[in-house]
């Protein structure tokens, strides 16, 4: 029986590219493009999610691609930019599961600890969760299983009565693998389908 929910947070809950930025800082979307796929990428990113700070980070990425400096310092610089406020329709679909009050509901999320207090100041619905987890504070990211493993024994979820929500497909396999009842966010109308197939919402 499913009593709890587990949301990843970005582009399911809010909006999150840097090509918001770097389509400011070049004069094309192919230069744009070109630097984040290749200097700023998201594997790069990611270390910092599990809790590299964003100055070694940076630093890092300086030493090697030292001609990109001050683009690759904006990354971090100008992070705000690169967020697009709350996917409404997935911030409704959490609001209807908290006003039911069936489900314990969590956040699991690979996300920079330094960074991770701008996202809470911005958007009041993360106060709405029961518990969160965050990366950069476990030192730890997605798809590893012992992140999920701290959600499980933090809260005393249990795997086969969880549904977990993620964008990102590697970490859906790896909540599956886990005994975990997975969906593939790629928009909320379809969400609420599945939700509903499940007899969750």
């Known amino acids: ?81 690169m967020l697009n406020g709350p996917i409404e329709g997935t911030v409704e679909v959490f609001r209807q599961l908290k006003a039911s009050g069936k489900y314990e509901i969590y956040a699991l999320t690979n996300w920079s600890s330094e960074l991770f207090p701008i996202a809470l100041r911005q958007f009041e619905f993360l106060k709405w969760f029961d518990g969160i987890v965050v990366s950069g504070d476990e030192g730890i990211r997605k798809p590893e299983a012992a992140f999920f493993q701290i959600l499980f024994d933090r809260y005393q979820v249990k795997p086969e009565n969880a549904v977990f929500i993620d964008d990102n497909l590697r970490n859906v396999e790896a909540a599956r693998k886990l005994g975990i009842e997975s969906i593939r966010f790629t928009s909320a109308e379809k969400l609420e389908k599945e939700l509903q197939a499940l007899d969750i919402l």
């Open 1 to 81: 029986m499913i009593n709890t929910i587990i949301f990843d947070l970005g582009n399911v809950l809010i909006n999150w590219d840097p090509k918001l930025l770097y389509n400011k800082i070049f004069d094309s979307e192919e230069k744009a493009n070109y630097f984040l796929e290749n200097i700023c990428t998201l594997n790069w990113n990611e270390e910092q999610d599990a809790g590299r700070s964003l100055e070694a980070g940076t630093k890092a990425l300086i030493e090697e691609f030292p001609q990109h400096k001050k683009d690759i310092e904006a990354y971090y610089d100008r992070w705000e930019e």
